[in-house]
Each structure stands twice: as structure tokens, then as C-alpha cells.
């Protein structure tokens, strides 16, 4: 190839090119010139490193290229600009359109336990079925309150958090099972219900109380909403409405996945409270405000935030862009 030749007869092409690239608006023609001399300019390119290899004309020529491609394509926008959108917008829509799901759940939890802890601290026979007499006793007046005590602080609430950090995304990702979720619930349930039914039965329940409801008002919370997200989930293939059932599940799973970095982030809240207040020396009255500070706080996050942006046109989904191309339909 005699590139200089080549140059010569294509440099007006590529200048053109260039020009359009750097532009800042574009006419619906120059869109479309700049497409067509995108598309020989790649083939222009091609041939000069196929047969001159790499040189300054072929660098410059991809550097316009490269310019023009973005121009039609867009940029990755940057994380941290779409931090404000996330938590602002997106987050706060998905935990609101869980909000029935998440009370429903925490009713019936509630009920559960309730009936659990009173068959347990009503019924001799079945308390005894739990263990001798001698290790219920240590278990209610010192195994129950040495647990929040027995390691550090930092690194109790770190332990903590990673559990139940874990346990929220296992609810939301394998909540399509529609088994995964309800499984979860009766054991969380059960074992409340079990360990009040033991205290009560020893005449400890404001023990009981003084120490799970600082941190487990947010904690057992952030796990409802999890437990909500998953069950939604699994309804939308079940129930897609008018959409399909892919589309659904790709619209729903999108949207309330990002319901497992929000309870990440109020189940490490909820493991400060319960490595650093829970143990504490401060009053009880205290330690169960600060606990309902906190939850207090993601409520109203939840269903004051979530409703302004719903009622914006936010699901908790991915942009339109981001989220790729829709099924195309008539009418």
C-alpha cells in the first residue's frame, strides 16, 4: 500500500470526521454522515494495519474513531454520580413497594413466636423436652446474657453483621424457590418463640426483652424486608400480569436486588447497636430508644423517601438505557 496515496484520497473523510466527533449537538444529518463515516472510516482503518501495520496515520485515525464511537454509544457514566440516584431514587421505591409484604411478614412472625413462647412457658412437659431443669437455668440467668458479652465488641458486631448480612441475600436470591424465604421465617419464629417461652417460663421475659429489642427491632426488620423482596420475586413469574413472565422477572429482580445492599447496610447498623449497646451499662429505657431511633429512622427512609420517589415514577429498576432493550409492541 502507498499510504501517502491512501491518505491523500481518504484525509478529507477523516478530517470530516474528526470534526463531527468533537462536536457538542449534532443535526439529525450530521448523525447520520458521522455513522456512515464511522463505518468507512474503520474499513479505511483496517486496511492500513493490515498492510502498513502500525503507524501515526493509523493511530490518529483511531483516536477519531474512538471520539466519533462515543458520540453514538455514550459513556459509562461514573459510579459515584449515580450514588445520589441510588440511594435518593432507586432504593428507597423498591423498599416502598414491599411495604404491605414487609408488615404481612412481620404480623404473622409475631404471631408465630407469640403462640410458640406461650406453648413452651405454658406447658411443663414441653420446657422439660428442651433440657434439665439445671441447664435451663444457666442458659436464662447467664448463657442468654453472656452471648452479647463473651467476645469483643467490634468484633462481635462484625460477626453478627455478616451473618445476617448473609442470611438477607440468601432471602433475596433464592426467594424464586418461594420455598427458600418461608423457611426462613419459621425458623427465625421458632427460635424466638422458643427462647421467650424458656425466659418467661423462668420469670426473665424483661430480661428477654431488654436486650433483643435495642438492636432487634432494625435487625428482625431488615430481615422482613429481605424475606418481602425474595417472596416478590418469586410472585412475579408466577403472576407477571400483562408482561411476560422473563420480563417480569428481569424487571422485579432488578429493581428489589438492590433491597440487599440497603439491609446491608441497616444490618450493620443493627450490629453496632447490638456489639456496642445491647451489653451496655446504660439504662434499659436508653439502650430500647436508641434501637428505636434507629428503626424509626428506616422507616421513615422507607415510606416517606420511598413514596416521593414512586410517586416520581421510580421502581427501584435500572434506567432504561442501563436496563437494555424492551420487547417492541404495537398500539
Known sequence: ????????????????????????????????????????????????????????T????????????????????????????????QLPAALYRIRWLVLAIAVA???????????????????????????LRKYVEHDFIDY???????????????????????????????????????????GVGTAAGVMFAYGRGDVMFSYILPHGMLELTSVFVAAAAGLRIFWAWIAPG???????????????????????????VSGLIEGFVTPSTLPVWVKIAIGALALAAFLAYMLVLGRRAVRAGETGDLAEFDAGARRVVAG
Not at 458486631?157 to 424465604?181: K, L
Not at 400483562?242 to 450493620?268: K, P, S, W, Y
Open 148 to 190: 452479647y458479652s463473651n467476645n469483643p465488641a467490634a468484633s462481635f458486631s462484625g460477626q453478627v453483621w455478616t451473618n445476617n448480612a448473609w442470611i438477607a441475600a440468601q432471602c433475596i436470591a433464592f426467594g424464586i424457590t418461594g420455598v427458600y424465604v418461608p423457611y426462613v421465617l419459621i425458623q427465625n419464629a421458632i
Open 109 to 135: 412472625t409475631v404471631i408465630v413466636s407469640t403462640l410458640y413462647a406461650v406453648w413452651i412457658a405454658g406447658n411443663p412437659d414441653v420446657l422439660a423436652n428442651l433440657g434439665h431443669d439445671a441447664q
Open 58 to 89: 493509523g493511530d490518529r485515525l483511531s483516536l477519531a474513531l474512538a471520539t466519533a464511537r462515543l458520540r453514538f454509544t455514550g459513556a459509562g457514566a461514573n459510579i459515584l454520580s449515580q450514588l445520589p440516584r441510588f440511594f435518593v431514587l
Open 242 to 268: 400483562a408482561r411476560t413472565r422473563a420480563q417480569a422477572l428481569a424487571e422485579d429482580g432488578r429493581a428489589l436486588f438492590t433491597v440487599a445492599i440497603g439491609c446491608a447496610i441497616t444490618l450493620f
Open 1 to 56: 500500500m502507498d499510504l501517502d496515496a491512501y491518505t491523500a484520497a481518504h484525509s478529507a473523510e477523516w478530517e470530516r470526521l474528526a470534526s463531527l466527533g468533537k462536536r457538542r449537538r449534532l443535526s439529525g444529518r450530521e448523525a447520520d454522515e458521522l455513522i456512515d463515516l464511522y463505518q468507512s472510516g474503520a474499513t479505511d482503518l483496517s486496511a492500513i494495519k493490515t498492510l502498513a501495520g502500525s503507524t501515526a
